[in-house]
Nanobody
């Protein structure tokens, strides 16, 4: 599994971005794929996750604003982020695991992408 995250950038508050996480040349079959973020001086925190069966879970802070989805034909998982706030500013990471236990813990995930910076200006 080799994950590549992309789509970050600078956006004004209230704007939108779509992040992509691609598994180079490989399928995400049976993997749960999650998005985490880490702001300067803070711990990495859970944002959203999608299972192979398309079950989704979100952090309370992004529920109703972010949507995670997958395109199996493209081996890609997306994170659509709407109504962005300055507090959403962070480096966003995608991660994958076959462990279907604690989806909110970074320790559950075996594979990580390199991260993409999201900056929301007020």
């Amino acid at each position: 599994v080799q994950l590549q995250a992309s789509g970050g950038g600078l956006v004004q508050a209230g704007g939108s971005l779509r992040l992509s996480c691609t598994n180079s040349g490989r399928t995400f079959r049976n993997y749960r794929v999650g998005w985490f973020r880490q702001a300067p001086g803070k711990e990495r925190e859970f944002v959203a996750v999608i299972s192979w069966g398309d079950s989704t879970y979100y952090a309370d802070s992004v529920k109703g604003r972010f949507t995670i989805s997958r395109d199996n034909a493209k081996n890609t998982v997306y994170l659509q982020m709407n109504s962005l706030k300055p507090e959403d500013t962070a480096v966003y990471y995608c991660a994958a695991t076959r462990d279907y236990t604690d989806y909110g813990s970074p320790r559950t995930y075996d594979y990580w992408g390199q991260g993409t910076q999201v900056t929301v200006s007020s």
